[in-house]
Each structure stands twice: as C-alpha cells, then as structure tokens.
C-alpha cells in the first residue's frame, strides 16, 4: 500500500509542472526530459481520424454555422418586412415595382411634403434593409444546399435541415410582394 502511494506521489508530482518547471527534469537532468525531448514512456499516442470522418464532421460544422446565421438573419427579415408593410398600411401611400424591378411611391394628394419626404426616404432605407438581407439568405442557403449535397452523397439517408428555412424565406418573400 505504501509503494503504491509512493508511486501514485511520485508520477503525480513529477509529471505536473510547478512553475514552468516539470518536477521530474529537476531529479533526472541528464534524462533528455530537461531539454524538452520526451521519453517513450511518458508520450502518448493520439491517433487521427481518417480524411473522410474529417470531411463528413466539417460539412456538419458548416451546415451548424449556415443554420445558426439563417436563424439570425430570418427574423430580422421578418422584422424589415413587417415595418415596410406597416409603413405603407398607415401612411396611406402606395408602392408599385415595375418590371425592371423599380420601386416608385404614389403618396396621397393631402399629405404635406416634408411628410411624404420622410415617409419616402423610410420606405427606402426598409427596402434596401430587406434586399440586402435578402441576398444575404439567399446566399446562405444556397451554400447550404451545396453542403447538403456533398453531405447526401457521403451518407443517403442524411435528412435536409434547410427545408424549413427555404419554406420561412419563400413565405418571407410572398409577403413582401409590392
């Protein structure tokens, strides 16, 4: 019992740094450990995953970051559309896109100009606000399907996690109809 103590002390104490100095370069010096070279018996073997466990677990990671940023960025859409819709329903004014996807504003006859310039310049300021987070998504998930795809055909049976995000984006997208 006191050996094993003894033993369990020693290699305790010895392979812990105290200070910046390892305990047991202390007692052997002339061993090799003092000069930073490790001895067989003390090294350990970690072994590496193959490449392909790699490429599988970094699609994962970014398929998660893709996700994590698309649940960011969804709701602040959400919130850009929501106040554009809300702005053009009080105000009384209209908004028409042409073909060529211009953005023209039809203000009431009645309401001041200073009124009607800021009203104009907000329905502005929200709709660049949505199409840039629009492309934003947009991008996001197109990367994702990439990612998607390489991950269906290392594994067939992967299921998508992007569906409902594309879904929430289209439904976005047929709100903002003008």
Do not use: C, W
């Not at 070279?37 to 590496?48: L, N």
């Not at 953005?103 to 929200?126: C, E, F, L, W």
Request: glycine letters at 6%; charged letters at 20%.
């Amino acid at each position: 019992m006191i050996i094993l103590y003894s033993f369990a002390y020693f290699f305790f104490y010895t392979s812990f740094p105290v200070g910046g100095v390892n305990l047991l370069s202390l007692l052997v010096p002339s061993s090799g450990l003092a000069t930073g070279e490790q001895s067989k018996f003390f090294s350990y073997y970690i072994p590496k995953p193959y490449l392909f466990v790699n490429k599988s677990l970094k699609s994962n990671l970014d398929i998660l970051n893709i996700i994590t940023d698309l649940n960011s960025l969804l709701p602040q859409l959400a919130d850009f559309i929501n106040q554009f819709n809300n702005v053009v329903n009080q105000s009384g004014i209209n908004v028409i896109t042409d073909i060529t996807g211009n953005m023209s504003i039809d203000v009431p006859r009645d309401m001041p100009d200073s009124v009607a310039k800021n009203i104009t310049n907000r329905i502005g300021i929200i709709d660049r606000l949505i199409t840039t987070r629009g492309q934003e998504i947009n991008e996001l998930l197109q990367k994702g399907l990439n990612v998607e795809n390489k991950l269906k055909m290392e594994n067939p049976e992967y299921v998508s996690q992007l569906s409902e995000k594309i879904a929430e984006f289209r439904r976005l997208n047929a709100l903002y109809r003008h």
